[in-house]
């Protein structure tokens, strides 16, 4: 059974920064690739970061780049999401999510969606 499960979420003040992580089990960790989405209060969910099944170039949303950074650790089954620099506009559930593609940005190609994590940015 695939289990994605996101940690690291809560409150902070704009422009403070927090990294997410998504603990995968099930699954071969190293030929998934990983994605993170959000979804705010009325919205709908959007693509925010991708990085492929090996790990290298990564991808983002043009409203996170230069702030966000996704990566990683094969080792520990684990993907995280450094965020710097946020906004009152990042505040939203984040998702992360595996897709068996070597490269995925679309909420169509996951296959497995962790439960999510709150992240609230008070101005």
């Known amino acids: 059974q695939v289990q994605l499960v996101e940690s690291g979420g809560g409150l902070v003040q704009a422009g403070d920064s927090l990294t997410l992580s998504c603990a995968a089990s099930?699954?071969?960790?190293?030929?998934?690739?990983m994605g993170w989405f959000r979804q705010a209060p009325g919205k709908e969910r959007e693509f925010v970061a991708t990085?492929?099944?090996?790990?290298?170039?990564?991808d983002y949303a043009n409203s996170v780049k230069g702030r966000f950074t996704i990566f990683k650790d094969n080792a520990k089954n684990t993907v995280y999401l450094s965020m710097n620099n946020l906004k009152p506009e990042d505040s939203a559930i984040y998702y992360c999510?595996?897709?068996?593609?070597?490269?995925?940005?679309?909420?169509?190609?996951?296959?497995?969606w962790g439960q999510g994590t709150p992240v609230t940015v008070s101005s």
């Open positions: 999510a595996a897709s068996l593609l070597t490269y995925a940005s679309s909420q169509a190609l996951y296959a497995y």
């Open positions: 099930g699954l071969t960790f190293s030929t998934y690739s």
């Open positions: 990085i492929p099944k090996s790990g290298g170039a990564s």
